[in-house]
């Protein structure tokens, strides 16, 4: 890094640097975010998970929304509905979209990470797990 | 936002290290390049999380997942299944012991709940070898907004509006130090001296701050310097604590090469620099004389004062000399208010307290507290309770200096002026737990044996008089005690801390006179009746085999390492008191429980 001439100087290498250490200042208030987790099975990146977590946080940022965080996660076992993406909005129980490409990507960051409606193509959750 | 999605924190303080944590860094990068994940998963080495006990520490954000006691060969688990599946590794997470269950959120375990982190804000948050990471946290704005908006005399104004005292043990207002070293004219140079000679046995708070956030010390003592009108800084450490030493050089050189350190400060006209000094280890040089003495490259010996270095300091020339903790406060009071530091703790010991948790207490580990939390929450909530379901007994705080505290004292809000009215003192921080096994009179040897090779014998009462309460003790603790030893104990120990030159001598005799005060029945077992009522002290006590329990197995005597047990197999065992050494491992060998020690 080169020098550092003024205060000026200082809070925009802060703003540049702020991205270094957001994921662990979101993570200790973990549950006043939204999280999105995308099935990233073999299923999952033949079907475009990949692309469909790229164009997430495309979507995302474009749109300055800054209370989000993406993990990945393996097969979710709806393979039939590829990808597919769990979103946990703050304080709601999750909820798995399936056939999440193309335009779906910015209709489910639209209607329901910003206004919190339910999207078409909802998976109903069909099991329990043991950490329940 | 960045490509990176997760991060994994890995805790690089000098406690995990010693715990493989290095291997587990390797393991990581190694598996998530294998993986072709490193480009979105980026592993930081952080400072000191604190929960030594359950060390290594490895912390996942954003889901702020926090594994513990993780080894080497968990890596390649915590990568398949958390880092590529999403799925916790529940075998990993800190069990509650009350209520068995796994928490897997550090905010949620009793150990953070009533901590409050202020000097340690950033120890295990941040990377501590990376300046970014630093200023990404506020940090050095502190000191811009102070270059920019504020003069010298008004720096002195908040911190002595803070009420911020000196953390290093006797609790000075800081704001008033620095005024005193101000008031001094600097024609030909003035000091800020930052004290890491972290000599208290026990203690490790001031090591872990400058291992893992050693950017909020240089900022801090450019703040000072700035105030009492310095351009020098020295920091005096000591050289055992090499990982402290490395990351406090790489952060002054990256300070230094972006400008943060050296001439014209953010453009300002304030010019400083920061240089260290090595000192070998000896508890005295802590004494702010002593450790210029030593910086001078003179035996570490006190002087006595005045003159105070804010006067006659490094070189003759005025010096302002605080300890690392206390410096580690100074960048969170201006960034946030001195109201709001004031409105922490208590009305005369605001803020917090770094408290370096040990001995037989459940969790050992690093603990900020506010002033003001009670003993009682200290050692039972945050450090859960009494190890192996014993009786508590005595705590110690202070270190050397400081006295042991009992069951009545727990309620104790701890501040600078409640320990002292209790009979110890704060010390460094330094809190040692005892339970009911632990002989005090053996406590009050062990810290005046401590003291007696620290002392730096320049004078009499120090050199020779705890030489002879060590003799005492010794007899005490051997069964040769006389109630004239307890008297002679007292007096002594009195004019040893009347007639002292310095803080070590004077306040060497603590640890008896405590002891002596609050636990004076063990002292009279002791001398009156040969007894170790802990069953502590190896001269005072016997095993001694119940011949209605023993079975003839034959495995005590196979045990025992002075071939004291005779039996042969299907007879009853007998102890031959004279061969005996009391090393107990007859009784722990023993199925049938038919030893016991008396």
């Known amino acids: 890094m080169s020098t550092i001439k003024s205060l000026d100087e200082l809070k925009k290498i802060r703003a540049q640097m702020k991205s270094a250490t957001e994921l662990r200042e979101k993570g200790q208030e973990i549950e006043k975010l939204v999280q999105v987790k995308v099935s990233m099975g073999t299923c999952g990146i033949v079907a475009g998970a990949r692309e469909t977590l790229d164009g997430l946080m495309e979507e995302v940022t474009s749109r300055g929304i800054d209370n989000v965080v993406f993990t990945q996660t393996g097969c979710m076992g709806y393979c039939h509905s590829e990808p597919t993406v769990e979103i946990t909005l703050p304080g709601q129980d999750p909820v798995v979209f399936g056939d999440v490409s193309g335009n779906r990507i910015s209709e489910i960051v639209e209607r329901y990470i910003v206004e919190g409606e339910l999207v078409d193509g909802v998976i109903p959750v069909a099991y329990k797990t043991i950490h329940e | ?598």
């Open chain 2, 1 to 598: 936002m960045t490509d990176v999605k997760m991060h994994v924190l890995v805790c690089g303080g000098t406690g995990c290290m010693s715990s493989k944590s290095q291997e587990i860094i390797d393991n990581f990068r190694r598996c998530l390049e294998e993986r072709r994940m490193d480009q979105e998963v980026k592993v930081i080495v952080s400072g000191c999380f604190g929960f030594c006990e359950k060390g290594p520490i490895v912390k996942i954000a954003p889901d702020n997942t926090f594994y513990v006691q993780v080894t080497p060969e968990d890596v390649e688990e915590i990568v398949e299944e958390h880092i590529v599946k999403g799925r916790k590794v529940p075998r990993l997470l800190y069990v509650d012991p009350k209520t068995s269950e796994h928490i897997s959120d550090s905010k949620h375990m009793d150990f953070y709940k009533k901590q409050m982190r202020v000097a340690l804000r950033n120890c295990g948050f941040i990377d501590p070898e990376n300046i970014d990471e630093y200023i990404a946290r506020d940090g050095y704005m502190a000191l811009g907004t102070i270059l920019e908006t504020l003069t010298p005399a008004e720096v002195i104004d908040k911190v002595k509006s803070s009420g911020l005292r000196g953390r290093g043990g006797g609790g000075f207002p800081t704001g008033l130090k620095w005024e005193f070293a101000s008031r001094y004219s600097s024609e030909q140079g003035k000091y800020v001296i930052c004290n890491a000679d972290e000599g208290d046995p026990g203690a490790f708070m001031d090591r872990s701050i400058l291992e893992g956030d050693p950017h909020s010390i240089v900022e801090a003592m450019s703040i000072c310097g700035y105030a009492i009108g310095a351009d020098k800084g020295l920091v005096y450490i000591r050289a055992e604590y090499p990982l402290a030493v490395k990351r406090l050089r790489g952060a002054i050189e990256s300070a230094r090469s972006t400008g943060l350190l050296g001439k014209n400060i953010l453009g300002s006209e304030f010019s400083f620099d920061i240089d260290i000094r090595y000192g070998a280890g000896a508890f005295v040089c802590g004494e702010e004389t002593a450790l210029i003495h030593s910086m001078e490259g003179e035996r570490g010996e006190p002087t006595s004062k005045p003159p105070f270095p804010a006067e006659k300091g490094f070189w003759g020339k005025p010096s302002n000399v605080n300890n690392v903790e206390t410096f580690a406060n100074v960048p969170a009071i201006f960034l946030k208010g001195p109201d709001w530091f004031s409105s922490i703790g208590t009305e005369k010991s605001p803020g917090t307290k770094v408290f370096a948790l040990a001995g037989k207490v459940n969790n050992v580990g690093l603990v900020e507290v506010p002033m003001g939390t009670t003993l009682r929450e200290v050692i039972f909530d945050i450090g859960g309770g009494i190890r192996g379901g014993k009786r508590f007994k005595a705590v110690q705080t202070g270190g050397p200096s400081g006295g042991c505290l009992t069951e009545q004292d727990l309620d104790t809000p701890i501040d600078f002026d409640n320990l002292l009215a209790a009979g110890s003192m704060m010390g460094s921080g330094g809190m040692i737990v005892m339970d009911e096994t632990d002989c005090m009179p053996a406590v009050a040897k062990f810290y005046l044996e401590f003291t007696v090779e620290e002392s730096c014998g320049k004078c009499t009462p120090c050199r020779v008089g705890n030489k002879r309460l060590l003799e005492i003790l010794e007899k005490i603790t051997e069964g040769k005690g006389t109630p004239e030893d307890l008297k002679t104990l007292k007096d002594l120990s009195g004019v040893i801390k009347d007639t002292s030159l310095c803080g070590l001598g004077q306040t060497a005799p603590n640890p008896i006179l405590s002891t002596l005060d609050k636990f004076w029945d063990e002292y009279v077992a002791h001398v009156e009746e040969r007894r170790c009522p802990s069953g502590k002290c190896r001269k005072l006590i016997s095993y001694r085999i119940d011949p209605d329990l023993c079975r003839g197995c034959t495995m005590c005597a196979r045990k025992c390492p002075a071939d004291a047990i005779s039996g042969s197999i299907k007879e009853i065992h007998v102890i031959d008191q004279d061969r005996c050494v009391k090393c107990g491992a007859c009784m722990d060998t023993c199925k049938f429980g038919a030893i016991s020690k008396i």
